[in-house]
């Protein structure tokens, strides 16, 4: 034996979305994914994600994980080029989830565009570029956004903060 482990590792060049709308249970149990898509990997999540690291391209600029999450999303990890981090509409929970992508756009944020749900202990590590809005966690925050923080730089025209630049939570 070499003493060399073989990297767990998924790759899929897909169309659109891997898995659109359904209320799964899927437990990445600590895979990457390499993907090269136009859309997000799960749709919108009615489930649980989890475990799972997502890393290639998005080429539409869309969240990675999902659109919108009306589920759990934990323990995963963004490491796409060219994509927003780990959903663009949170509704449900999202937790100890962590981006490394870097993102440019209109808006950019590392974890989710608008919090209506839970993001808790959350990192963003990417740069986020953005011609109107950006954020390292979220943009529009109307819910709860506990003990994240934000090591990459943030850099917008318009409006550009840290955490969560603007909201009711």
Known sequence: SSGLS?????????????INSAPVHFDGNGYTIWVKITNYVFGNNKGEIY???????????????CNSNYGIISHCINRAEYASGICYINKGTVCFC????????????????????????CINHG?????CNGAGICILNNKT???????????AKVSGCGICCSGNG
Do not use: H, Q
């Open 127 to 131: 740069e986020m570029v953005a011609s």
């Open 51 to 65: 475990n799972l690291t997502v890393a290639g391209s998005i080429t539409d600029r869309n969240a990675v994980f």
């Open 98 to 121: 962590e981006n490394y992508g870097d993102i440019t756009g209109d808006v950019a944020s590392g974890i989710c565009y608008k919090n209506d749900g839970i993001v808790c202990n």
């Open 6 to 18: 073989t990297p767990k590792a998924i790759y899929i060049v897909a169309r659109k979305y891997i």
């Open 145 to 155: 956004v506990l003990n994240c923080v934000n090591t990459g730089s943030v850099n």
